[in-house]
T-cell receptor, first 112, second 110 residues
Framework: DGGITQSPKYLFRKEGQNVTLSCEQNLNHDAMYWYRQDPGQGLRLIYYSQIVNDFQKGDIAEGYSVSREKKESFPLTVTSAQKNPTAFYLCASSARTGNTIYFGEGSWLTVV | QKEVEQDPGPLSVPEGAIVSLNCTYS??????FMWYRQYSRKGPELLMY????GNKEDGRFTAQVDKSSKYISLFIRDSQPSDSATYLC??????????FGTGTSLTVIP
């Protein structure tokens, strides 16, 4: 089935460690996105990529990094510089002609 | 002013009721409008999308867009306990950018 696969579903990190969240899509979409969702705050854009080997910062990029080496993959690294990383992270994708955006099932990151 | 405003609720209705969920927006250039359903601890699932003004119906769900008022609605008829979720509205801006409401939490009581 076509869709967006995020892994892991749940991740625990010690303070000071970097972690990488995986996002793979088989929808043949050009654009991919990472959002952070906190209770009562809605979705906040971290990074997005319109094409392979290119990406742009969103509203809350500090403490995060991404890469886009393949069309299907858009991993997100949460670095130790991110002050409050405990959150629900959502990966999404959209066709170049846009109109709609589709989401993965999300990854829960907890800093312990 | 936020691009998209959505009442967070929570909204609680008895089973079988008609539910009305609403969003307002400020950018008159928005052309595509979406509604998502998000169950607890899951990713948002696309329910419906509409282009420009008008109504679109899919089973118990009707999406309505009024561009003159910059107002969109989602109606759920014969609501079921399984409809209990958070509903997000979204709009597409230029350059593959999407703008989301903060979500309305809905509980349908059996």
């Amino acid at each position: 089935d076509g869709g967006i696969t995020q892994s892991p579903k749940y991740l625990f990190r010690k303070e000071g460690q970097n972690v990488t969240l995986s996002c793979e899509q088989n929808l043949n979409h050009d654009a991919m996105y990472w959002y952070r969702q906190d209770p009562g705050q809605g979705l906040r854009l971290i990074y997005y990529s319109q094409i392979v080997n290119d990406f742009q910062k969103g509203d809350i990029a500090e403490g995060y990094s991404v890469s886009r080496e393949k069309k299907e993959s858009f991993p997100l690294t949460v670095t130790s510089a991110q002050k409050n990383p405990t959150a629900f992270y959502l990966c999404a994708s959209s066709a170049r002609t846009g109109n709609t955006i589709y989401f993965g099932e999300g990854s829960w990151l907890t800093v312990v | 002013q936020k691009e998209v405003e959505q009442d967070p609720g929570p909204l609680s209705v008895p089973e079988g009721a008609i539910v009305s969920l609403n969003c307002t927006y400020s950018n008159s250039a928005f052309q595509y409008f979406m509604w998502y359903r998000q169950y607890s601890r899951k990713g948002p699932e696309l329910l419906m999308y509409t282009y420009s003004s008008g109504n679109k119906e899919d089973g118990r769900f009707t999406a309505q867009v009024d561009k003159s008022s910059k107002y969109i609605s989602l109606f759920i008829r014969d609501s079921q306990p399984s409809d209990s979720a958070t509903y997000l509205c979204a709009m597409e801006g230029s350059g593959n950018q999407f703008y989301f409401g903060t979500g309305t939490s809905l509980t349908v009581i059996p």
